[in-house]
């Protein structure tokens, strides 16, 4: 069984009308919904709650996290970041959706500045599927076809992900690397570029499928992290005179 | 439930009472036995058996195959390559032990001359983890150690692997990428390198755990093959004058 | 110096008086031509040349070998193919054109179908340049626009880049790894895609750029090949006792 | 002509008279003096100059930085650190050399902790070529070896290289990622192990080579960063109706 805890700005929902009712649950709630249809434990956390619901208790028993933030990224408390960091390298699997790539937490896990080109003008997106062979997109067919979404475009200032899943294509012009895999520690993460606010996105079964698959990849290896420090030899080392 | 098929070269068994001893049921039963302990179900073939035991039917429904073969790659049927190479590229796992660096279908899929340096000289052997976060090393210390193993030295003339697992120390002073991934069509590989035949390797716990949780990992996606060829427009263009 | 030279099958040229027209010296000429204005020792070599142009004195002394095929892959000898790979193997860097993606060398050297999907439909190309570091987009703005081109699309059938330098957007709907990078052996392979043979693409100057940024990319590094097979160790082994 | 400045802590050298008798102009000395054999302009910066000699006007001209600190990373300045960061993104490229994994300058770009085994006990190293095609190794053999060094060993807690180039083996029994490149933004970063100040590493030929080899390989290409932020379609949009 694996835990999940699903973290939400929730601020969006609060303010904006046409937000709520594409997602009355919130977009955690949107989340953690079809997210139990497998057997998956789930929890929800949001940015309001006391330690933005990242409480050590609740990072220590989880073994994906999934991110999702836009308005308040500064908001989000640098120790609580730190802690989400560490839990990473320990071996917690990490989704970062959308707009979460402007998040402190990947921002400081990819060391670039994450940024990109961006328009809210309904253009269609078409995410197509580039590593056929990788369970992320156990299920889905060639592509994804979104009607209307926000555009990311390239150039994403990423390191060059380990594995490119997905890339998109959108009306505007633009392409995007869409889907990638990252490894840090002990931990895996998997960056997925859908999911503006006033759009039905999460509501998408592929797009469901799609991150459902992410949360089984990124589950965490059963390892503790590698020692560090100083090391005695596992071998003799030969003494050696002066040169 | 995942169907492995396992293959052997099974003539070191024949010829010679070193390995009939240490695998009395050959290289293929010892692996076919330690599988079996996990869910998985699991056929034999080997180099001797009609169509090397790769039948079309055995193919079509083999999930992951493991290959072990060493000194009669020449005599593996080109035709039964093709097929198998195919078989990856529809999504077959294709797990590569040891010596099976030359076989056919491990060059055919890789495009290189898979060369390396080897010595059998009792090298002690340890295979450090270098991606801690790979479900291959799944329950693996930080290290595995062999008292005695063939040593296979860098350079290794693969292509770069998609991910780099482990990497061995030798005792007579080289070094090796000994556990390696790559993804060709919807097929996953591992190419993993202990195993000669002189030695009890596939009877050391952790060297078991690796090829099962490769097993695992190399599992196909459910996906159809991509669809190649001319393609219909999937949105108006254009019509443009001639410059 | 860098020794470079262009193949081309050079058939389009025969039969298509509107291929001739865009290149009266045929795509090798073109491409020769603007190759030279760097400090670049170009040949041209075809199909129809005995050995293809390719003897072993021209691959020998070739430091960077172009390659455009396209009608006639199947025409080209297996073994002079083998040659050719042999020398990328050796350290001869390789660029791909276009359509040589379906050649026997590329395909060989890749260990996959090298499939796609295609369309004459003069769809509008646009290069977006995903690895702003790279030298080979040395002097290329953001991405490259091609007013009218052939299509290809995903699932392009090949390895995972080790370096994704260029993604396509397609105005019919399609993207596309544009831009990728391969090691093999001592040697360096570049695949560019764009120039079908009745649009003006080897006549602009951004794609001949990238060609001349290629080359000198791809240019042998002073190496001979590793040493293989058996060796001598470099440190004492232990004698050890039977277990 | 590519300009280059060697960082150095250079505070072994006021401390330790090892390390002076080793390096009597200071590592960033001995370094320099090698690189001007090139036709390379090198300026040396250490810690204890004003802004710790990375002044705006320095960083601005400087084409490669390289970096070796180990006693007192946490003295550098994080403004500083801050803007060496942007120039890299910004294309400058980056020379991590040995205990420089634990600068804030290669932590905060990796994102992970660079952590890793280290034991100072005059180790043989050898450092095996595995990437042979890359022109960081252009004139070098199949490995370097040092007859004492100090040891550092995996785990090494660093994001998968975008190529691993070398891997170093040690006589007590470790083996380590010791030449491994990186693309970061506009800029191109390699770390490269050896260089333990109480040994004559730096006066190592096949080392000078690397180091030589790695400021060509790391200059900047001749490009804008990217532009980031709100875009204007660069193609017509269709209205949607709500559906």
Redesign the interface.
């Known amino acids: 069984m694996v835990n999940v805890t699903v973290w939400n700005e929730n601020r969006h929902e609060q303010k904006n009308p046409v937000v709520r009712d594409i997602y009355p649950e919130g977009i955690h709630g949107a989340i953690a919904s079809f997210l139990k249809e497998d057997q998956v434990e789930v929890k929800t956390a949001t940015l309001d709650d006391p330690e933005h619901g990242l409480t050590d208790d609740i990072l220590n028993t989880t073994d994906v996290l999934i991110w999702w933030g836009h308005l308040a990224h500064d908001e989000v408390d640098d120790a609580i970041v730190d802690k989400v960091k560490e839990r990473v390298?320990d071996?917690m699997g990490l989704i970062i959706l959308h707009s979460g790539h402007f998040s402190k937490i990947f921002k400081?896990?990819?060391?670039?500045?994450c940024?990109?080109?961006?328009?809210e003008?309904?253009?269609?997106e078409?995410l197509?599927?580039?590593?056929?062979?990788?369970?992320i997109?156990?299920?889905?067919g060639?592509y994804i076809e979104l009607?209307?979404e926000e555009?990311y475009?390239?150039?994403?200032?990423i390191?060059?992900p380990?594995?490119?899943i997905m890339?998109?294509?959108?009306?505007?012009?633009?392409?995007f690397?869409s889907g990638c895999t990252?490894?840090?520690?002990?931990?895996?993460i998997f960056y997925f570029r859908p999911g503006h606010e006033t759009y039905p996105t999460y509501h998408n079964d592929e797009i469901q499928r799609v991150i459902k698959n992410a949360v089984n990849w990124a589950k965490?290896?059963?390892?503790s992290?590698?020692?560090?420090?100083?090391?005695?030899?596992?071998?003799t080392?030969?003494?050696?005179t002066d040169?």
Chains 1, 2, 3, 4 share one sequence.
């Open positions: 390298l071996g400081t896990l990819m060391g670039t500045t940024d990109l080109k961006w328009r003008a309904d253009d269609k078409r197509w599927i580039v590593e056929p062979s990788h369970p997109v156990d299920g889905i060639e009607e209307k555009m475009g390239e150039h994403f200032d390191p060059a380990d594995q490119l890339m998109s294509w959108f009306e505007g012009g633009e392409v690397r990252y490894q840090r520690g002990n931990g895996k965490p290896a059963d390892r992290r590698p020692v560090y420090g100083n090391a005695k030899p596992l071998e080392i030969k003494e050696k040169s």
